[in-house]
């Protein structure tokens, strides 16, 4: 037999023995091959490059708002400066015009003796009037009688007509007084209610102010897949500053093992010890491992706003995501004596609480009652847990507020 026949023939026996390749495993041994440079050196200088420009940009908005503040108390002072050195001006001094809207009549003796002069002034002049007349019509009749007789005959009657006449003023200035003092009761303003006394404001119960709050919803997405949707509360402590905490709901993209060696080079775990609770007793091989993660954690950071303008700010969020609870559905293929069974299990790992950190900066336009952030973080992992290696990731993280007062 030449050689080439046997190559050919002992070719044949391999590729009866050998499975084909799939097209997933490279993209499963491409996550274990060295990476690039930039990647690494990403993976390392990322963090203290985010803080080095959060720091830079936290220090320029301060600085610069230092420097507005002390601009303008100069230009304040360079006003005061100037308007104290400016001469004396020329007043000119102008009377006032008073305008009478409203007359009140007061009930007093002055008004009382004014009213009596007044009425004895027409009276005199109603008796100079009648008796004016009657001169008259005594001079026109009796021309051949003497000035005796002609004066003493009308005095009866005068003496009547002033007595008439007298009484009936009175009695018009006896009608008069019951509509003036009932105008004067109209006129009088009416009592001040008593003041609160002092005791009664001491004793009022101070009430208690919650602090400015509003509620609002959560969604986070990163470049791997994941995604975590939740609701949050945030309280301010002062006008710029203010805490938030809430609850999240997240779920990685589902990871894919071609075997138990390729998930123990990836997550530097045994497969066989970590998921031994779930795995059949006996088996001869595994394969075609997935694992989806799903875990709730608990967002608690620090919220510092910077106003850009009427209704937009620049947002900084320090903080960290507590895990509560984790859970992992594994889907597995094992083997016995050529027979193929497929395990589905849920694996509840143990919680890892406080593992990383967490900054973010961003953009919140607030319309009314409403806020929309949006806002960029980079999570660091700087505790390595069961599910997760040490390093960062960036994700964007969007959130909806609404303020109920």
Do not use: C
Not at 291 to 316: R, W
């Amino acid at each position: 037999m030449s050689e080439d026949l046997f190559n050919k023939k002992i070719k044949e026996k391999f590729e009866d023995y050998t499975p084909p390749v799939r097209d997933d495993v490279w993209d499963k041994l491409k996550n274990n091959t060295p990476k690039p440079v930039f990647w690494t050196w990403w993976h390392q200088y990322a963090l203290p490059l985010y803080a080095l420009l959060s720091t830079g940009a936290i220090i320029f908005l301060l600085s610069k708002n230092y420097f507005t503040k002390n601009t303008a108390q100069v230009a304040e002072n360079q006003v005061s400066v100037a308007s104290a050195t400016i001469p004396d001006s020329i007043f000119i001094y102008k009377k006032d015009t008073v305008f009478i809207e409203k007359i009140t009549y007061l009930n007093s003796e002055k008004k009382q003796n004014r009213d009596e002069s007044a009425n004895w002034k027409k009276l005199y002049l109603a008796v100079n009037e009648k008796l004016q007349s009657i001169e008259n019509q005594i001079n026109s009749n009796t021309i051949g009688k003497t000035q005796e007789n002609e004066t003493e005959k009308p005095k009866p009657q005068l003496a009547s007509e002033i007595v008439g006449i007298s009484d009936k003023n009175l009695a018009e200035n006896k009608t008069k007084e019951p509509a003036k003092e009932e105008e004067l009761k109209e006129l009088i303003l009416p009592d001040a209610p008593p003041k609160a006394k002092p005791d009664s404001i001491i004793n009022q119960k101070k009430q208690f102010h919650w602090p400015y709050t509003r509620f609002g919803i959560a969604q986070e997405a990163d470049l791997l897949g994941g995604l975590s949707i939740g609701a949050m509360i945030e309280t301010f402590l002062f006008k710029n500053l203010s805490v938030g905490v809430g609850g999240l709901v997240t779920r990685y993209k589902e990871v894919e093992y071609e075997n138990p060696r390729d998930f123990n080079l990836s997550t530097g775990k045994v497969f066989e010890e970590l998921f031994a609770s779930g795995l059949p007793a006996t088996y001869d091989q595994i394969s075609d491992i997935k694992i989806k993660t799903t875990f709730f954690e608990l967002p608690v950071g620090v919220n510092l706003y910077f106003p850009l303008h009427k209704n937009l700010k620049l947002k900084m969020y320090y903080g960290s995501h507590f895990d509560i609870k984790t859970f992992q559905s594994v889907k597995v293929e094992t083997y016995k004596d050529e027979e193929e069974t497929y395990t589905v299990f849920q694996n509840q790992r143990e919680k890892s609480g406080f593992h990383n950190l967490v900054f973010g900066t961003g953009i919140q336009y607030q319309k009314n009652r409403f806020s929309l952030q949006i806002t960029p973080t980079y999570i660091y992992n700087f505790k390595e847990v069961d599910y997760l290696k040490t390093g960062g990731k960036f994700r964007l993280n969007t959130q909806l507020y609404y303020r109920i007062k």
